[in-house]
C-alpha cells in the first residue's frame, strides 16, 4: 500500500555521497505534509532519521540531511561509511487514503 | 529515555486472533500517541494504527474491521488485537511512539508473528 516512490536500490564507495528520492502526490507530500525518513539496519528495528523535512534528531551525524521540493524529498548521505548499509524509508500522511500514515517503497543502500 | 518491548505468542493459527503487548518504561504512557506497525518479511512497512490513553484511536482502513489498539495506564502498557488473522498478516510486529501526531520517535525491537496451523 506504498503510496511514497523510493528507488529499490543505491551504492556507492566509502566517502562518496549518494542520495534517495521520495515520489509523492497532492495527496501527501504535495500537499505539505512533512517528510521524514528511518533507517533500518539489517535485522533490527527502523530508527528515526530525520524528522520534519531536515531536522536531525540528537545523536544523528551530520552526514545525513534531507530536503523537500513539491511533492517530492530526498535524502542524502555525505560521506558514506560502511555502517550506512541499510535499508532507508521516506514517511508522510496522505490525506485521501485510508492508511493516513504512509511509508515509501524502501530503499537499500549498498556501501561498495 | 523512552524503551518499548513488545511481547506475545509467536505463532497464531488461521482465523483466530493475534495478540500482542508493548511495554513502555522511561516515559509517561498518559503524554503521547502509541501506534502499531507491522513488515511482512522481506517487504515494506505498514501502518497498522495509533491510540491515546483518552480512547482515541485511528486504524489504516484496510485492517480497520480486524483490529483493536488499546492503552492500559495501569500497567504501562499497549496493546494489539488482529482478529480473524491469515496468512498474509505474518510480520514483525512493531509498537511505536508517535511524536505530534506526525512521525515515529521510539521503536521497540519488533515480533515476529507467524500465522500458520
Known amino acids: 500500500q506504498s503510496v511514497l516512490t523510493q528507488p529499490p536500490s543505491v551504492s556507492g564507495a566509502p566517502g562518496q555521497r549518494v542520495t534517495i528520492s521520495c515520489t509523492g502526490s497532492?495527496?501527501?507530500?504535495?500537499?505539505?505534509?512533512?517528510v521524514h525518513w528511518y533507517q533500518q539496519l539489517p535485522g533490527t528495528a527502523p530508527k528515526l532519521l530525520i524528522y520534519?523535512?531536515?531536522n536531525r534528531p540528537s545523536g544523528v551525524p551530520a552526514r545525513f540531511s534531507a530536503s523537500k521540493s513539491g511533492a517530492s524529498a530526498s535524502l542524502a548521505i555525505t560521506g558514506l561509511q560502511a555502517e550506512d548499509e541499510a535499508e532507508y524509508y521516506c514517511?508522510?500522511?496522505?490525506?485521501?487514503?485510508?492508511?493516513?500514515?504512509?511509508f515509501g517503497t524502501g530503499t537499500k543502500v549498498t556501501v561498495l | 529515555q523512552v524503551q518499548l518491548q513488545e511481547s506475545g505468542p509467536g505463532l497464531v493459527k488461521p482465523s483466530e486472533t493475534l495478540s500482542l503487548t508493548c511495554s513502555v518504561s522511561?516515559?509517561?504512557?498518559?503524554?503521547?500517541?502509541w501506534t502499531w506497525i507491522r513488515q511482512p518479511p522481506g517487504k515494506g512497512l505498514e501502518w497498522i494504527g495509533y491510540?491515546?490513553?483518552?480512547?482515541?484511536?485511528k486504524y489504516n482502513a484496510s485492517l480497520e474491521s480486524r483490529v483493536t489498539i488499546s492503552v492500559d495506564t495501569s500497567k504501562n502498557q499497549v496493546s494489539l488485537k488482529v482478529r480473524s488473522v491469515t496468512a498474509a498478516d505474518t510480520a514483525v510486529y512493531y509498537c511505536?511512539?508517535?511524536?505530534?501526531?506526525?512521525?515515529?520517535?521510539?521503536w521497540g525491537q519488533g515480533a515476529l508473528v507467524t500465522v500458520s496451523s
Open positions: 520534519a523535512n531536515n
Open positions: 497532492s495527496s501527501n507530500i504535495g500537499t505539505g505534509y512533512d
Open positions: 511505536a511512539r508517535m511524536w505530534g501526531l506526525d512521525y515515529f520517535d521510539y
Open positions: 491510540s491515546y490513553f483518552r480512547g482515541s484511536t
Open positions: 514517511q508522510s500522511y496522505d490525506s485521501s487514503l485510508s492508511a493516513f500514515y504512509v
Open positions: 522511561g516515559g509517561s504512557i498518559s503524554s503521547s500517541y
